[in-house]
């Protein structure tokens, strides 16, 4: 059997590899690729965040249908782990990078008309199983907190501080009280600080986000970087393990 060339090559298929084909097909007319080089055995096509935002706006049906088709996809298998594992789960973690360095890749507008609808159908598949529902989600996502509130999600993990409008202590003050948080210990400074220098990080940022609950400590991201010094890693969980306790 050969590899897949063209259009098929590296294709995603969630069970239907016609339906894949035809989008990414699709994705790939909108940016402007002709039928003619379309048929060639390219390598690959680029389906980056540019490719997607230009869809949205020329072929909102196309958008839609990529996201139901994934989100159906995803909530079936979902639905069949809660089914079979009873009360064994208590957390229901989905994500996505919905943000950059200094905002959403998505406008509120958008995130609304393509993302949140889907956003939620997850969030109370999660409820109606009794799990809390996490989403993780890096970059500068402020603009999109109170739609991801309003449509129920409990949290948020990774909470990096360093990015736009994501500084602690604000949204501390204006989503503490609905919204828990998890991370924000900043993943940079540990990498580049000493072994002193990461707990004092640990503890200032204990210090904001723990009053009234609602925070769970961790890195600034969903995993440490190899790059972490170890010194940091052990003394960053030792101050939390020490201080960062709810009693």
């Known amino acids: 059997m050969t590899d897949p060339t063209g259009l098929d090559r590296g294709l995603t298929h969630y069970g239907d590899r016609d339906f894949a084909r035809y989008l990414r097909r699709s994705f790939?007319?909108?940016?402007?690729?002709?039928?003619a080089m379309l048929d060639r055995p390219v390598?690959?096509?680029?389906t980056a965040?540019?490719?997607?935002?230009?869809?949205?706006?020329?072929t909102p049906e196309l958008v839609d249908a990529v996201m139901a088709h994934c989100a159906d996809y995803y909530l079936a298998v979902s639905r069949r782990i809660f089914e079979a594992s009873g009360d064994a789960i208590d957390i229901f973690f989905i994500?996505?990078?919905?943000?950059?360095?200094?905002g959403p890749?998505?406008?509120?507008?958008?995130?609304?008309?393509?993302?949140l609808p889907h956003l939620k159908r997850f969030v109370d598949l999660g409820h109606r199983f009794g799990k809390y529902v996490l989403l993780h989600c890096d970059g500068s996502i402020r603009s999109l907190i109170p739609d991801m509130i309003a449509?129920?999600?409990?949290?948020m993990q990774s909470v990096q501080p360093l990015c736009y409008g994501m500084e602690l202590s604000g949204l501390k003050r204006d989503f503490g009280q609905q919204f828990t948080f998890v991370g924000g210990i900043d993943t940079q400074a540990l990498i580049e600080g000493t072994a002193e220098q990461a707990r004092q990080l640990t503890l200032r940022t204990l210090e904001i986000m723990m009053p009234g609950g609602g925070f769970v400590a961790s890195p600034s991201h969903d995993y440490l970087l190899p790059e972490t010094p170890v010194k940091n890693v052990i003394i960053m969980y030792e101050t939390i393990k020490e201080c960062g306790w709810y009693r």
């Open 49 to 58: 965040a540019s490719g997607f935002n230009n869809c949205h706006r020329t």
């Open 28 to 35: 790939a007319r909108s940016m402007g690729y002709s039928t």
């Open 151 to 155: 449509v129920g999600l409990d949290g």
């Open 43 to 46: 390598v690959g096509i680029a």
């Open 105 to 115: 890749m998505l406008s509120p507008k958008f995130f609304r008309r393509f993302i």
């Open 95 to 102: 994500g996505n990078d919905f943000g950059a360095q200094s």
